[in-house]
């Protein structure tokens, strides 16, 4: 994926997923923020009509970018985004965003310990894309929860991928349960997200 980077000259930008043109159903992607960095990484992005001094800093990072994209697209068809207006993470830098997306078809979100039901229309089977249990951010599966169990938001089991591949590909169906064989993070309420596609057999 290749990374996209906006200098902000019009203060908004926009991350659109175009419908799937393999999708039989003809369901929309959605956005999933893979990276995001506002700051400034090197001299030479964004440098016009800029001075020196402005370019010169470039280890310049804000460091709640991703929760702020991800907050703002994650989950939609398409999205804009308002460069952040009381942030200024280096003083007297130009700062830019950076960040990669990937467009998913079809996506199921399951709480933990219950079960994620995965279906392809008739004819077809399921080829699991993407699968991540822990947590990511603070809002999904969040409802009743305190703040001490959804506050780690960088909580990933790494044997999400092949726990769900190994249940669902090639199948029409399948039930996943949102759980893992090794507790990623103690004390942590998460949740199990699969992306996936559906193709003939």
Not at 20 to 25: E, L
Not at 147 to 168: H, L
Not at 169 to 178: L, M, Q, R, W, Y
Request: charged share 20%; glycine share 6%.
């Amino acid at each position: 994926v290749a990374i996209l980077v906006f200098c902000f000259s019009h203060t908004r930008i926009s991350l659109t997923c175009f419908d799937s043109m393999n999708s039989s159903s003809g369901e929309r992607q959605v956005i999933v923020v893979s990276w995001a960095n506002y700051g400034r990484r090197d001299k030479t992005t964004c440098p016009d009509g800029r001075s020196d001094s402005e370019l010169q800093n470039v280890k310049c990072s804000w460091s709640a970018s991703m929760e702020y994209f991800t907050k703002m697209c994650n989950w939609q068809n398409s999205c804009t985004v308002e460069a952040p207006s009381l942030v200024d993470p280096c003083h007297g830098t130009y700062e830019y965003l950076e960040t990669t997306y990937d467009c998913f078809p079809r996506q199921s979100v399951t709480c933990e310990a219950s079960q994620a039901n995965l279906q392809c229309d008739e004819g077809q089977v399921i080829v699991v894309s993407w699968a991540y249990y822990g947590r990511r951010d603070t809002t999904t599966c969040s409802d009743g929860r305190p703040v001490s169990q959804i506050q780690n938001v960088n909580c990933f089991w790494p044997g999400s991928m092949d726990y769900v591949t190994t249940s669902c590909n090639g199948k029409n169906s399948c039930t996943v349960e949102a759980k893992s064989s090794e507790d990623p993070c103690y004390g942590i309420y998460k949740y199990l997200e699969v992306f996936y596609t559906c193709k003939g057999k």
